[in-house]
């Protein structure tokens, strides 16, 4: 069973709009599940679609981006948290500095907007708070980057529907 379609399942009783907006939120899915669950599953217009799986999607960036330092501050006082968030940040930069340093914001929205896994606004935020982009900064990087992925996942999945039905003949 795929990731969407147990988050559909769990959400059979959530009116259709918030299941898009949750599914949006959550990191596993976030708008690149949304959209094809709403186009697909729901029967949604595209800019319904479309607008409330990039609201969802947009939903937890500002708590991420408030949050993540002093999260991380806290948990770094635990040997094993410690470990890890050393070894993230450190391979965070190491493959990625020299984008950051040549593209500066371009990055971070082109790094959101890539509908791929572990690219996304979840992700994005991460990345902003590892290279030290305050939030002014990097809340509009990562909302039009969010904005660009839902462009081209509503595309996507569009064309990929209209396939399904011209081979199926429905």
């Given at each position: 069973m795929?990731?969407?379609?147990?988050?559909?399942?769990m959400?059979?009783s959530?009116?259709?709009?918030?299941?898009?907006?949750?599914?949006g939120?959550?990191?596993?899915?976030?708008?690149?599940?949304?959209?094809?669950?709403?186009?697909?599953i729901?029967?949604?217009?595209p800019?319904?679609?479309?607008f409330?799986?990039?609201?969802?999607?947009?939903?937890?960036?500002?708590?991420?981006?408030l949050f993540?330092?002093?999260?991380?501050?806290?948990?770094?006082?635990y040997?094993?948290f410690?470990?890890?968030?050393?070894?993230?940040?450190?391979?965070?930069?190491?493959?990625?500095?020299?984008?950051?340093?040549?593209y500066g914001?371009l990055?971070?929205t082109?790094?959101?907007a890539?509908?791929?896994?572990v690219?996304?606004?979840?992700?994005g935020c991460a990345a902003a708070?590892?290279?030290g982009?305050?939030?002014?900064?990097?809340?509009?990087?990562i909302?039009?980057?969010?904005?660009?992925?839902?462009?081209?996942?509503?595309?996507?999945?569009?064309t990929?529907?209209?396939l399904?039905?011209?081979?199926?003949?429905?």
């Open positions: 795929s990731v969407e379609n147990f988050l559909v399942e959400l059979a959530v009116p259709h709009w918030l299941a898009v907006m949750v599914i939120a959550i990191p596993v899915s976030e708008l690149r599940g949304a959209i094809p669950v709403a186009l697909g729901y029967g949604m217009e800019v319904e679609a479309y409330l799986s990039v609201i969802g999607n947009l939903i937890p960036v500002i708590p991420l981006l993540l330092e002093p999260v991380s501050g806290y948990l770094r006082r040997r094993i410690d470990i890890f968030f050393t070894w993230l940040f450190s391979r965070t930069r190491r493959n990625h500095t020299k984008n950051f340093e040549k914001l990055a971070l082109l790094f959101v890539i509908p791929l896994p690219t996304g606004a979840w992700t708070f590892v290279f982009i305050r939030f002014k900064h990097s809340f509009p990087a909302a039009a980057g969010v904005l660009i992925a839902g462009v081209i996942v509503t595309v996507v999945t569009l990929g529907i209209g399904a039905e011209l081979i199926l003949g429905a």
